[in-house]
């Protein structure tokens, strides 16, 4: 059961916020923030941040509609304020947003495992972990404060950190698509006796799939992301903060780099080594290495770098 929170004071928010504020102005010290809301339908009371995109909006608005508002604005929307009220300078306002939505608007619950969740007796389930009914746990690790949405199914052999969290109908452990022709024609299945090794503060968007390795493990390093319906293939290493987007399919034994973007239905296949702080572009069907800090596009991909 969700636990409702107090609504935090400007005050409080900008304290909240510490060090990484730029410079602010709270007229209402004591003033209630009692939500969120964007800045075309900004509400008194609410906090609204503004991306340096629309911040010229500023200066179409009602000064009396943002009056009670608390603004978080960087340098380009400071230039709009003057004589607006209650707000907030940093250097990404988004980023900020997601820090103050996240500690003062978020219900918090305790975590529960279902009771319509099977999970094996030999798996090794650490503390608050939450997971959701439908679930299929066999003999793995799920490290403490991790979240399992409804329906994953979490095979024999993986290993999941801390503070992960893992959307609903997920797949974690299944025998990738491996098979070698016989002499005559008929199709053999090789076997996949790896495992899938995922760090911490991981997180696993809706409908997607990771596969085991055939002999070594496949591995997912500490902070990355992946989104909704994602592939990766067996014994692929996802670096340390990628992120995987929407429709992304990564091939067999794929090298991902750390801090690499790899972008909406881009495909990169069997052996490839993406490098760290590269960028697959959207749709990007990679057959070559792409080297660190290089960003591809096109099928077949290039470089624009």
Not at 254 to 265: D, F, L, Y
Request: hydrophobic letters at 40%.
């Amino acid at each position: 059961m969700a636990s409702p929170a107090p609504s935090p004071k400007f005050q409080e928010i900008r304290n909240f916020l510490g060090e990484r504020v730029l410079d602010s102005r709270i007229t209402n010290p004591e003033g209630i923030c009692l939500g969120v809301s964007s800045l075309d339908s900004a509400r008194p009371g609410t906090l609204v941040f503004v991306t340096d995109e629309n911040s010229h909006l500023l200066l179409e608005s009602d000064e009396h509609q943002l009056r009670d508002v608390l603004l978080l604005v960087s340098t380009a929307g400071a230039q709009f304020l003057e004589l607006r009220g209650n707000w907030i300078l940093v250097t990404s306002p988004r980023l900020e947003f997601g820090r103050i939505t996240h500690r003062f608007f978020t219900p918090q619950r305790e975590p529960s495992i279902s009771p319509h969740a099977i999970i094996s007796r030999h798996a090794n389930v650490g503390l608050r972990v939450e997971i959701g009914p439908g679930c299929v746990i066999g003999d793995a690790v799920i490290g403490d404060g991790t979240t399992i949405g409804p329906n994953c199914v979490i095979e024999d052999g993986v290993s999941i950190g801390t503070d992960c969290f893992i959307g609903p109908n997920c797949s974690i452990g299944q025998v990738g698509f491996g098979y070698e022709r016989e002499p005559d024609g008929e199709v053999a299945l090789i076997p996949h006796l790896g495992g899938v090794q995922i760090g911490h503060r991981v997180h696993m968007g809706a409908n997607s799939c990771i596969d085991r390795g055939t002999i070594g493990d496949t591995i997912i390093e500490d902070d990355v992301k992946i989104d909704n319906l994602v592939h990766v293939a067996h014994n692929v290493i996802v670096g340390r903060g990628a992120f995987l987007i929407a429709n992304s399919m990564i091939g067999g034994s794929v090298r991902i780099g750390k801090n690499a973007w790899i972008a909406p239905s881009a495909t990169v296949i069997n052996g490839r080594q993406v490098g760290n702080d590269a960028v697959v572009g959207l749709g990007a069907v990679v057959i070559r290495n792409v080297a660190p800090g290089e960003t591809v596009v096109g099928n077949p991909a290039r470089s624009i770098s």
